[in-house]
């Protein structure tokens, strides 16, 4: 556990205007990887903007790795059909949880604001905030290498007794 930052929980809240992959549908899923860390959603059956809301928990260390999202439709006969991709650097969000360490921070703060670019999956700005007492973050991803579609997740840090500290 010496490397053990914390734990990353990750909510999966929903897909928006995902890939049609079947003949009307598609029949969506997520996997999530970090590393050698690998999370999957629960498939929602005939849905382009489906709603997931599935919490999954990354373990954080150092080096902090990227965090991979793969959206895929369900078949049964077939392999499953990719419906594209997005990558998210979770660096910006361990260093808001340093800062809200280091410095108190009264709540609904934001930390700081990430902005969609080239270099990344962001379809629009999305704020760092101290709420509730935890560092959290709400993401829109778009999804790349595919003709339409976006994720809707949101970041939460849990720490872990005995962990490496922030």
């Known amino acids: 556990m010496e490397n053990q930052l914390g734990l990353l929980r990750i909510r999966i809240i929903r897909g928006i205007n995902l ?9 969506p899923y ?34 902090i790795l990227p965090i991979k999202l793969q959206v895929y439709d369900k078949d049964t006969f077939s392999r499953d059909d990719k419906m594209g991709y997005a990558e998210l650097d979770i660096v910006p969000f361990i260093n808001a949880v340093r800062t809200k ?29 101290y709420e509730n007492g935890k560092v959290v973050q709400n993401v829109f991803l ?13 970041l939460h840090w849990i720490d872990i007794p005995g962990s490496k500290c922030l």
């Open 142 to 154: 778009r999804l790349r290498n595919v003709e339409c579609g976006e994720i809707e997740l949101r």
């Open 30 to 63: 997520v996997i999530v990887r970090m590393g050698r860390q690998k999370l999957k959603t629960r498939v929602v059956k005939k849905n382009v903007n489906p709603e997931w809301n599935d919490d999954l928990t990354l373990c954080i260390a150092e080096p």
């Open 101 to 129: 360490r280091v410095k108190n921070i009264p709540d609904g703060t934001i930390i700081t604001k990430i902005i969609p670019s080239r270099q990344n999956c962001y379809s629009e700005e999305s704020c760092i905030v």
């Open 19 to 27: 890939a049609i992959r079947d003949f009307r549908s598609s029949d």
